[in-house]
């Protein structure tokens, strides 16, 4: 799953409240130095709590997606109040 970066940046707060609430023993200096990298982010969950990668991965990778969402339904909207 590949996430678009502008999207990273721009709601990162979020991700990470999201990323937190499902895994709360990461903390947030540890998710900022990952830089929202999910790669980065599923090695904290493994080493945190053991878990194997399939375990996490889909439910990371749904974190992401529900914001690559929020952003493509909010382009679609500005376009169409565009041609309004």
């Known amino acids: 799953m590949t996430i678009?970066?502008?999207?990273?940046?721009?709601?990162?707060?979020?991700?990470?409240?999201?990323?937190?609430?499902?895994?709360?023993?990461?903390?947030?200096?540890?998710?900022?130095?990952?830089?929202?990298?999910?790669?980065s982010i599923s090695g904290l969950i493994q080493q945190r709590y053991g878990d194997a990668k399939e375990d996490y991965?889909?439910?990371?990778?749904?974190?992401?997606?529900k914001f690559e969402e929020k952003k493509d339904a909010a382009v679609v909207g500005i376009k169409e109040k565009l041609k309004s």
């Open 4 to 39: 678009n970066e502008t999207t990273i940046k721009g709601r990162w707060h979020e991700i990470k409240g999201d990323i937190q609430k499902a895994w709360g023993k990461l903390t947030d200096d540890e998710l900022e130095k990952t830089k929202g990298d999910m790669k």
């Open 57 to 65: 991965s889909k439910k990371l990778s749904d974190i992401y997606a």
